[in-house]
């Protein structure tokens, strides 16, 4: 399936005939109504105590609770409650030949309180693990994985791992119980037969149960932030791996707990000055600085964006990345690009110790 | 009514049917889909002011509705079980090849929701890297990649359905 095909399927699907609408424009009129009266009187308690909050706690990951190991279970190790963001649960052990993980341009995997993914790549072909803590991801009654965001059913019962149950799912997936209450989801890229045969099946299988979890190498960034307002927290980073070592590619800051129903989020993400792959907006912004450096805000529908093209080496981007209350304000966006401190493009040089 | 208000009622009105298939696109079911542009339409109204000043209102709203979609993901109400044959649980005509239009539909449904949403701007709203990054709110390389992501998924998902072999690569 090329892209043109996907673009085909998607338009069909599109036009699927739609069941009368549900949809309630008086009650959107009269909430919306509600909505703008607080976000007026929130906008004005913001302004009151912006000064207030850039001196506030320093920023630490959005679970107290990560990579604590609950009570530990009879049936093997259990798996912390939330994963701390900063630091990776899981990485790949033995992987089938050609296969590899990051490098620049390579794979990007995301770390969060709730899922961690894992990519490996051979040519196009992409290999993902997705790891849940306890409780995101269940194999009930009706025979369904239902993980976090997405939900597959299981086709019929796998090989243990590691004497763990196992199960194969339907969408070219093997999933596991790594630890008590807590699955694992290995996405394979090679789909017929599945379940898999002979070598390809001991292949699926070896990299279950290559998989190595706990692991502790904290993810390394080429900045570090000082201070953030207090309602802003860490949520979710992605990242890539570089001589076997994570480093940050996108941090993302939210206002509230991933659970939460209304969170606004902010991405911060980077690229050496001297590399071509994004740059920053010259039309319709806005002209600021950062720290005495020259950078652009940008103001464009839905998005609150400030972008310095060369600060120490590095180009570097935040955005908001949500729309809910409090409203977009390009206050925040300064304010977190005001507690980064740039260390430069040289990866050697990057630290772990990104809250200080 | 006050002019803002008669704006927003025609401007909805006229815009109501493209908002439920990009929100269905994204939701896979309806109901879901109509939840989702109702969030949207609220959202909007809160803003309308802004939004009626801006010279595209359709990407506005469009931003509105990806990211609400991609915000309430992540609240636990949103995280329904798709059992197995629920692609035809709204009962809705599909019209020629109905198993391909609910095979893409299941492959859509299983990949994670930001991906999904940057496939669906990318050849859904026919939206190049750096809209798209724009609406999603990240950069140009995480597009990329999601885009790149979600492809693969997809075409491991569809191609035993649609005759194709395993891509090696």
């Known amino acids: 399936m090329d892209e043109a095909g996907l673009q085909t399927l998607l338009s069909r699907l599109a036009d699927t005939e739609p069941p009368p609408a549900r949809i309630d424009l008086a009650a959107a009129i009269t909430r919306g109504r509600r909505r703008r009266r607080v976000r007026t009187g929130v906008s004005v308690l913001l302004a009151a105590g912006a000064v207030a909050a850039v001196v506030a706690a320093l920023l630490v990951p959005a679970q107290p609770s990560a990579q604590r190991p609950d009570q530990q279970p009879a049936g093997g190790p259990a798996a912390p409650s939330r994963f701390n963001s900063l630091v990776p649960y899981a990485e790949f052990g033995w992987l089938p030949p050609g296969f590899q993980v990051g490098g620049r341009g390579g794979t990007i995997s995301r770390s969060g309180p709730e899922q961690l993914l894992l990519d490996a790549f051979s040519g196009s072909n992409i290999l993902q693990l997705f790891v849940y803590p306890p409780g995101i991801c269940h194999v009930g009654r009706a025979e369904v994985c239902s993980a976090y965001d997405s939900s597959q059913p299981v086709l019929s019962r796998a090989p243990d791992v590691h004497g763990h149950r196992a199960y194969w799912l339907r969408t070219a997936s093997l999933t596991w119980e790594y630890a008590p209450g807590a699955w694992s989801v290995l996405s394979w890229p090679v789909i017929s037969p599945w379940p898999p045969a002979g070598s390809e099946r001991a292949a699926v299988l070896r990299v279950a149960a290559g998989l190595r979890y706990g692991q502790t190498a904290p993810i390394r960034f080429p900045y570090w932030i000082s201070g953030l307002a207090a309602q802003w927290r860490v949520s979710n980073v992605d990242y890539t791996l570089l001589a076997g070592r994570p480093v940050a590619q996108t941090l993302e800051v939210s206002n509230g707990p991933s659970g939460a129903a209304h969170v606004d989020s902010i991405y911060i993400d980077f690229t050496p000055a001297a590399h071509s792959d994004w740059s920053c907006p010259a039309e319709g912004v806005q002209h600021v600085t950062v720290d005495g450096v020259a950078a652009v805000l940008e103001d464009s529908p839905g998005t609150d964006r400030v972008c310095i093209p060369d600060w120490g080496g590095l180009r570097l981007s935040v955005m908001t990345a949500f729309m809910e209350l409090p409203p977009p304000n390009p206050a925040d966006v300064l304010t977190v690009a005001r507690t980064l401190h740039p260390i430069g493009p040289d990866p050697t040089h990057w630290t772990a110790d990104l809250l200080r | ?169």
């Open chain 2, 1 to 169: 009514m006050s002019g803002p208000r008669v704006d927003y009622v025609e401007y909805v009105e006229g815009r109501l049917a493209s908002l439920r298939r990009l929100a269905y696109l994204l939701c896979q079911d309806w109901h879901g889909a109509d939840d989702l542009v109702q969030a949207t339409l609220t959202r909007l109204y809160t803003y309308w002011p802004r939004a009626a000043r801006m010279d595209n209102i359709d990407a506005y709203v469009r931003t509105i509705l990806v990211r609400t979609f991609l915000s309430e993901r992540r609240s636990p109400w949103f995280r329904r079980v798709l059992l197995p044959g629920s692609a035809q649980a709204d009962g809705v005509a599909i019209g020629a090849d109905p198993d391909a239009v609910l095979d893409v539909r299941e492959a859509l449904a299983a990949i994670p929701p930001r991906q999904r949403a940057t496939l669906v701007l990318r050849f859904y709203c026919d939206l190049d890297v750096g809209q798209s990054a724009a609406v999603l709110g990240c950069s140009a390389g995480t597009v990329k990649s999601q885009t790149s992501k979600g492809l693969a998924a997809m075409r491991r998902m569809l191609e035993p359905a649609w005759g194709g072999g395993p891509d090696r690569g």
